[in-house]
């Protein structure tokens, strides 16, 4: 009984030692965030940079709106000037249709500021 406590404690120790209590954070919110994902994946892929219904969302963040080579992009999209910097990603999930009217992407609706910080801690280890 005692040797299976010192070895969880040392466990424990080591464990801390490695990951610093920000990265846990950080990567619990990204977990939590793929989660909230599954609303996305039905149109864009995480496995690949391959496009599908959506284009790859693979370095999406401070990339240039409509900037991936073999997507066809609306219009609307094309002209919008955006870089997907967080507070634009956030309001992209939150009413993409608001931010740039005419896009194709059908609309979504993440109004939860938690889900949004799980969401783009989740997109930035693409
Ligand atoms: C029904 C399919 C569909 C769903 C669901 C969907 N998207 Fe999209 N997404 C698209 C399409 C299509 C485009 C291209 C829009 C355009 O050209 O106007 C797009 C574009 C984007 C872009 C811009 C990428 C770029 O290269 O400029 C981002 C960011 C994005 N989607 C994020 C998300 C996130 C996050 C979710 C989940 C909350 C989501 N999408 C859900 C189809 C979808």
Request: proline letters at 3%; one cysteine or more; aromatic letters at 6%.
């Amino acid at each position: 009984m005692k040797k299976v406590m010192v070895k969880l404690l040392s466990a424990a120790a080591l464990a801390g030692m490695m990951v610093s209590p920000v990265q846990a954070d950080e990567a619990a919110m990204a977990a939590a965030g793929a989660d909230v994902f599954k609303r996305c994946e039905a149109c864009h892929s995480v496995d690949s940079s391959k496009n599908a219904f959506g284009p790859s969302l693979i370095g999406v963040v401070g990339r240039q709106a409509a900037s991936l080579p073999r997507f066809s992009y609306s219009e609307a999209l094309q002209k919008s000037g955006i870089t997907w910097t967080e507070d634009n990603l956030r309001q992209w999930v939150a009413d993409n249709t608001k931010l740039v009217p005419g896009t194709r992407m059908r609309h979504v609706a993440i109004t939860d500021t938690a889900e949004q910080d799980y969401l783009i801690a989740f997109l930035k280890t693409l």
